[in-house]
């Protein structure tokens, strides 16, 4: 990913906003790293549930990791813009992925002992949880 390298290429970052410096930079662009990295897993983990032998029992987990992926990918461009951002929009798209992450983890989870597209799904929405809760944490202080 060149998340990290365009951030801290951007005009502000040289300028000295708060959020683009050196640790804001790293958590920000960890965070889109995680977006994008659980946009994937999802998409994939989706695909994989409709290859499954009884679809019908994993459409809430399909349905789940559709809107996850979709609110991974919309959060991942938000967060990569810091010309005139606005940090309160920021926040509650952060929160808005954590909480999708965090509802197709808890779904993922239940299927994970014997799927492991599951497994690996759930890992990459409790990561990406944990980022977008970190970079909401890093602006709010």
């Known amino acids: 990913m060149?998340?990290?390298?365009?951030?801290?290429?951007?005009?502000?970052?040289r300028e000295g906003v708060p959020e683009a410096d050196s640790h804001g930079v790293d958590t920000l662009a960890g965070c889109i790293a995680a977006c994008y990295d659980c946009a994937q897993a999802c998409t994939a983990c989706a695909d994989a549930c409709l290859a499954e032998a009884d679809v019908a029992s994993l459409r809430r987990c399909i349905a789940l990791n559709l809107v996850c992926a979709d609110v991974c990918v919309a959060t991942g461009a938000v967060a990569s813009r810091l010309t005139e951002r606005d940090t309160p929009v920021l926040v509650a798209q952060l929160r808005a992925c954590a909480a999708a992450?965090?509802?197709c983890a808890q779904e993922c989870e239940r299927h994970g002992h014997h799927m492991e597209h599951c497994r690996v799904c759930a890992t990459a929405c409790r990561e990406c949880e944990q980022a977008c809760e970190g970079v909401v944490r890093r602006l709010a202080a």
């Open 2 to 13: 060149h998340a990290r390298e365009m951030l801290s290429t951007h005009p502000l970052a």
């Open 101 to 103: 992450c965090r509802a």
